[in-house]
């Protein structure tokens, strides 16, 4: 079964700390996976993908697929990064994706 | 710019009415989607629609049924609205091209209430 794990619910972190969001899937094929981020009144919104291996607003996700893992870190937390982040994976049937839990990032002054 | 527009921002329902969420997008995406978000459960996918008429059951489509008469407007339709239904409904489109992209473009949701 295609699953994705956010096991935390909510972190919170001090503006300036490391920050980092786990996330777990659970996939038979070759994954593509991706990190949302909605805003306060805002709408849900991509933030990056695995396979452009890039840096978004100083975030970066590795795929480690021994760990079967796609955690999201920035290495020093800004109060503007507070918001819910989702972990998703591209199932079998293309265009669909599965979706975490979500964790909320508080990032106090 | 991508726009996915929701038609009710906020609804407030009582059991057994029927209700019609309604989602049109303005880029000519082939792909729609319907989610539905709840706190410590994510988004869970209800219908997903891949073309005119064509329609899908997602992950959890039990009391749902979508219409996609047009390529610009996907609808959830509600036939006896019921409690455990209040959620925020969140449609979101892609292109064909998205299939591999992963990228969804969302609406601002609809907050449905059932009383």
């Known amino acids: 079964a295609q699953r994705v794990t956010q096991p935390e619910k909510l972190l919170s972190v001090f503006k300036g700390a490391p920050v980092e969001l786990k996330c777990n899937y659970s996939?038979?094929?070759?994954?593509?996976l991706f990190w949302y981020v909605q805003y306060s009144r805002q709408r849900l919104q991509l933030l990056l993908r695995h396979i452009s291996r890039e840096s978004i607003k100083g975030f970066t996700a590795d795929l480690n697929k021994g760990e079967t893992s796609f955690h999201l870190k920035k290495p020093f937390a800004q109060e503007e990064d507070s918001a819910m982040y989702y972990c998703a994976l591209s199932g079998n049937q293309g265009g669909k994706l599965i979706f975490g839990q979500g964790t909320e990032l508080s990032v106090k002054p | 710019d991508v726009k996915v527009t929701q038609s009710s921002r906020y609804l407030v329902k009582r059991t057994g009415e029927k209700v019609f969420l309604e989602c049109v997008q303005d880029m000519d995406h082939e792909n729609m989607f319907w989610y539905r978000q709840d706190p410590g459960l994510g988004l869970r996918l209800i219908y997903f629609s891949y073309d005119v008429k064509m329609k899908e059951k997602g992950d959890i489509p039990e009391g749902y049924s979508v219409s996609r008469e047009k390529k610009e407007r996907f609808s959830l339709i509600l036939e006896s609205a019921s409690t455990n239904q209040t959620s925020m409904y969140l449609c979101a489109s892609s292109p064909f091209a998205g299939f591999m992209t992963g990228e969804l473009f969302f609406g601002e949701g609809s907050r449905l209430t059932v009383l």
């Open positions: 996939y038979s094929g070759s994954p593509e």
